[in-house]
């Protein structure tokens, strides 16, 4: 029989194992494309960097102890959405069987899909100029992004991103499994996207799936331009509401090619 998670003992106890669970889930992602993309082999993938310029000094370490506080917020949303689903105020279910194995992937697409209508309209107002400077400038010191920049928020948007699993789990029916596959996705995407290395073909934007995806040329773009770009893991709302740069495709295929940099 599981314990009363909504004691305040358990609650903390709670929060403290996702807070490690987060945080290393952080270090390892960052971590492992950090050594692969600028230890190992920075040779192999130089031809593929975005910057020429290097970091600002010190700035690895400001984007891991922001990155620290938002793990915070999202462990205590962790904490928070056992506690509702222990009381029965979520939709989370641990019977496959309840809804099937084909619903697996549907409700992660679908999951993803109320993430990324959630960021991008969220990412908008974030850049409106009174909210920037309270809300995402800290995001956007990262002039050029890292592995470590992908969770590098001031608290107020750890706060605004962390709140959206609860709620949606208190609406859509989801299996636990998919829970972690959705987590998984968004730390890997995340950091891929903030890489400042494009790792993916040249023909990549060209296919069905590809042109759908973002990558670190146009994630690198919106900290470079700012008006552009505001996906999390697709561009189909910035193809939508005409968001998307229009100098993508072309700095995308010269960065390919290794005739420029951003």
């Given at each position: 029989m599981l314990p009363d998670f909504t004691t305040p003992f358990w609650l903390?106890?709670?929060?403290?194992?996702?807070f490690i669970i987060i945080t290393g889930r952080y270090f390892l992602v960052a971590g492992?494309?950090?050594?692969?993309?600028?230890?190992?082999?920075p040779e192999r993938w130089a031809s593929r960097k975005l910057h020429t310029k290097n970091y600002k000094p010190g700035q690895l370490k400001t984007e891991v102890?922001?990155?620290?506080?938002?793990?915070l917020f999202?462990?205590?949303?962790?904490?928070?959405?056992?506690?509702?689903?222990?009381?029965?105020?979520t939709k989370v279910y641990t019977d496959i069987h309840l809804y099937g194995w084909w619903y697996l992937p549907v409700s992660l697409v679908i999951l993803m899909l109320l993430h990324e209508t959630?960021?991008?309209?969220?990412?908008?107002?974030?850049?409106?100029?009174?909210?920037?400077?309270?809300?995402?400038?800290?995001?956007?010191?990262?002039?050029i992004a890292s592995p470590f920049t992908a969770f590098s928020f001031h608290p107020l948007e750890g706060l605004l991103q962390a709140i959206f699993l609860p709620v949606m789990l208190m609406i859509l029916p989801v299996h636990y499994y998919v829970i972690i596959v959705q987590l998984v996705i968004m730390s890997i995407s995340s950091v891929i996207n903030h890489l400042d290395i494009e790792?993916?073909?040249?023909?990549?934007?060209?296919?069905?799936?590809?042109?759908?995806?973002?990558g670190a040329t146009?994630?690198?773009?919106?900290?470079?331009?700012?008006?552009?770009?505001?996906?999390?893991?697709?561009?189909?709302?910035?193809?939508?509401k005409k968001t998307e740069s229009p100098h993508f495709?072309?700095?995308f295929d010269s960065v390919i090619s290794n005739k420029t940099k951003l």
């Open positions: 903390g106890i709670l929060t403290l194992i996702f492992i494309f950090w050594l692969i993309f600028y230890v190992w082999f102890k922001w990155s620290l506080i938002t793990s999202f462990s205590i949303a962790g904490t928070g959405t056992v506690a509702l689903w222990q009381k029965g105020f959630y960021y991008y309209w969220l990412h908008r107002w974030m850049h409106l100029p009174a909210v920037f400077k309270i809300v995402h400038k800290v995001h956007h010191d990262s002039h790792i993916y073909s040249k023909n990549f934007n060209n296919n069905f799936l590809g042109k759908w995806i973002i146009h994630h690198s773009l919106h900290h470079k331009q700012f008006k552009y770009n505001y996906g999390l893991y697709f561009t189909f709302w910035d193809k939508i495709k072309k700095i």
